[in-house]
């Protein structure tokens, strides 16, 4: 994560690459906007798949998470609009997105097994137990535990097409119900409410 931001997202291009400041600017931005692409995509999927339930988790974490699902849904343009408007007429708006695509969905499978490899290792009750592999991860998919390859994948292509925007990404509205019903979310405005009042 610190070469990813640091180093490829860093201030300056990385290795020494002679591109200009609005140029490189830009660059991150197509990124970050297909990164959210993504996170939109899994924020979703938490959203709706019921296989989470049926796996009986810690009700205060699925809140959690689908609460973290819900704001990934609803600011999902935000970085690609900036990235738009920051682009302007330029011709090479839409090869830049494309290049931004390119580099971000490898390194976010890589991040992907890594991360999953890193919590089954450092999980007390399957450390020892369980290895993350293409194998474990079917089973979890089956169980409706995580998306599928394919359903990340599908990300990739829908992204490219010219005429893509973020806002025909996942369900706004879903999203938005699911932040007034979230006790976490909840208890957030009344906290914000009461502070306001005193």
């Given amino acids: 994560m610190d070469f990813?931001?640091?180093?490829?997202?860093?201030?300056?291009?990385?290795f020494g690459?002679?591109?200009g400041e609005r140029e490189w600017l830009r660059y991150r931005l197509s990124v970050v906007a297909a990164v959210e692409q993504f996170t939109a995509v899994l924020g979703d999927w938490v959203l709706g798949e019921n296989g989470l339930d049926?796996?009986?988790?810690?009700?205060?974490m699925l809140d959690l998470l689908r609460w973290h699902g819900a704001e990934e849904v609803?600011?999902?343009?935000?970085?690609?609009d900036m990235y738009e408007h920051c682009g302007g007429e330029d011709p090479a708006r839409y090869a830049r997105r494309l290049a931004g695509m390119a580099v971000t969905a490898p390194v976010l499978l890589y991040l992907w097994a890594w991360g999953a490899?890193?919590?089954?290792?450092?999980?007390p009750w399957l450390a020892g137990?369980?290895?993350?592999s293409l194998r474990e991860h079917k089973r979890a998919v089956a169980k409706g535990l995580l998306p599928s390859w394919r359903q990340l994948g599908a990300a990739v292509p829908r992204y490219l097409r010219r005429s893509y925007h973020p806002s025909q990404e996942g369900s706004l509205q879903r999203a938005?119900?699911?932040?007034?019903?979230s006790p976490a979310a909840r208890a957030v405005a009344g906290a914000v409410g009461r502070a306001a009042i005193a």
């Avoid at 609803?74 to 690609?80: D, G, I, K, L």
């Avoid at 490899?117 to 999980?123: E, F, K, S, V």
């Avoid at 938005?176 to 019903?181: N, R, V």
């Fill in 54 to 60: 049926r796996a009986a988790p810690d009700p205060v």
């Fill in 176 to 181: 938005l119900d699911y932040l007034a019903t």
């Fill in 74 to 80: 609803e600011h999902r343009s935000v970085a690609f």
């Fill in 129 to 132: 137990r369980l290895r993350y």
């Fill in 17 to 19: 690459l002679p591109i």
């Fill in 117 to 123: 490899a890193y919590l089954i290792r450092h999980d």
């Fill in 4 to 14: 990813l931001f640091e180093v490829l997202l860093g201030e300056r291009p990385p």
